[in-house]
């Protein structure tokens, strides 16, 4: 079942918005979205607000009531995955950044964990479709929040499913400052010489005694698409471009 990206109601042919020429539109309902616009000038706050009077409709199809103040709890964390109040985050353009507060800072906190923190997740989908997450040591070098590389062994059984489906995510967690901050994306395998001699490190002989040219050695290459940042105890989902 699919749900209106802007009121999260479940979508049903009869419930539709339409678009200018008069088709059916399928990401909003009929409530929200007519004729190629939407109904109500309002932020993502003011539809929550909105959208909690119906409580009670939402408890019909529930085991277990629940009562606005948490149903409004879960929309606050629900709604920012919409497509109509997804933020995107644009990494070139930083003022643009200060002057929106739900961007404040974001970037700056992201890049601070990937370079600080001692260890990354990193997730692929093997042949059955589930996912299998690896403890790995930080990025060696990254650019902006928006590529990541990272070292690893050509013949892993990681490098072997990446190579078959290229969706990843990697995960950042900072335990103690409760924050966290999964990017999702994909995975390239690298091994021509230019990637691996650019993260090559002294000393790193001991996992790869043939050098830059040992064929058990290549790089990583995260790209990101997106990212569902936590801090404050208040979740944030971004399109990273």
Request: charged residues 25%.
């Amino acid at each position: 079942m699919s749900f209106c990206q802007s009121c999260g109601m479940p979508l049903t042919e009869d419930v539709l918005g339409t678009n200018a020429d008069g088709s059916k539109n399928e990401d909003y309902c009929m409530y929200c979205y007519m004729d190629g616009k939407f109904l109500q000038d309002c932020t993502m706050d003011e539809m929550i607000e909105h959208c909690a009077q119906f409580v009670g409709a939402v408890n019909e199809g529930l085991p277990q009531p629940i009562t606005k103040e948490e149903y409004i709890g879960q929309m606050k964390q629900y709604f920012p995955q919409l497509k109509r109040w997804r933020k995107t985050l644009t990494i070139a353009d930083d003022e643009a950044m200060k002057e929106n507060p739900a961007l404040a800072d974001v970037k700056g906190l992201i890049a601070q964990m990937a370079d600080k923190l001692p260890i990354a997740y990193i997730s692929s989908v093997d042949q059955e479709g589930f996912p299998w997450t690896k403890a790995m040591l930080k990025p060696r070098k990254r650019e902006g929040i928006k590529t990541f590389y990272f070292t690893t062994n050509t013949f892993s059984i990681r490098v072997a499913q990446y190579k078959a489906n290229p969706k990843a995510s990697i995960y950042f967690c900072d335990a103690e400052g409760f924050k966290a901050v999964m990017l999702r994306g994909t995975m390239e395998v690298l091994t021509d010489t230019v990637s691996k001699e650019m993260i090559w490190r002294d000393g790193d002989e001991q996992y790869y005694p043939g050098g830059v040219t040992d064929p058990n050695y290549c790089v990583l290459k995260f790209t990101a698409t997106d990212c569902r940042f936590y801090s404050d105890f208040y979740p944030r989902s971004f399109v990273i471009e």
